[in-house]
């Protein structure tokens, strides 16, 4: 029998109702004749609540505990799903994450999956099981003890089960339709993408377009399973949703798929660094060192021994970043004048495999903002995409103008 995965995120088994929906939907892809594999989230709002309860019980808590208890979730939810199914007339199992087993190594809240052993789930399938639920985002390490693999992960165990099992698909149901141009809610013009390339959707995903977890597209793209996001409030058809797949797939793309944005950033200023090697080493080794997520990286020119370096990161990690730099400078390590830190920026990214082909579309970018008169503060590139740092109070503005500039209302 060919298999499928099905994983349907939080708010899509919020309620006993909303589970029994979901089984409805899994219900149809047995009758077609697979062999299913439902991956579960907890239920929306449960992860939120359980790291909550660790947080006031021990600020500092140990990472094994951590992870015993925010798996739970899911555990519910694996059962629940089960049972339902098994009140459908169709033979279902529940399995934890331990059981299957899913390996990972044992960096806890953060692990990474080794490997899955698709043998006990197949002779399960082998002896008349039709559907085997598993609970999304938890594994097991090494030593033995439960882990999780980052918030929003149960993403990335749906894709890892679809590449053990070599499914025929794996299908994320969630609560929008979709991949969209850019965010709805900031253009209405948005459009829904029938099929967009796993290179893109890696990059609108760690740009923070939400619908995906960055791991699970970075291994749907190294494994190529065919990935499809769909909505499941929704009647669906075959050709639902969005398809992630390989760029082969899609006959004529877009220079430009879509925009996508981060609405928090800061760019931050070290004025006057002594250049010397190793200090770029040294400035970005103590920040990552201090779990600041460095973003862009700019290297001003230098003048008589000194060089001003911008980067960007997370608004919320600034004060962080600060004190670091402080304690480099104080410990004699790194050498500079001053750190000048603007809290008031995003980020704007246009996106598309068509650039690698198509010149021109940095000019026309840059052209659109400015005719807008917003100010460009720092801009980066890759083969697929070109952010630039704007003012905060722009930022929707910005979306906007280059929705309509690449014209992504048009299919
Ligand atoms: N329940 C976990 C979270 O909220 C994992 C997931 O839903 O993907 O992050
Ligand atoms: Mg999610």
Redesign the pocket.
Known sequence: MPVLVMKF??TSVATLDRIKRAAKRVGVEVAKGYDVIVIV??M?G???KLVGFVNETSPLYDAREYDAI?SS??NVTAGLMALTLQEMDIPARSWQGWQVPVKTTSAHSAARIEEIPSDNIMSKFGEGMKVAVVA??QGVSPEGRIT????????T?AVAFAAAFDAERCDIYTDVDGVYTTDPRVSEKARKLDKIAFEEMLELASLGAKVL?TRSVELAMRYKVKLRVLSSFEEQSDEAGTLVCDEEEIMESNVVSGVAFSRDEAKMTLISVADRPGIAASIFGTLSDAGVNVDMIIQNISEEGRTDMTFSCPVDQVARAEKAMQDAKDGGEINYHELIADENTAKVSVVGIGMRSHTGVAAKMFEALSNEGINIKVITTSEIKISVLVDRKYLELAVQTLHDAFELEKA
């Open positions: 995120g939080g989230s907890a929306s449960e992860t939120n925010v979730g899911e999304g985002f999780t693999l980052g918030r929003g992960g149960s993403d165990t977890q």
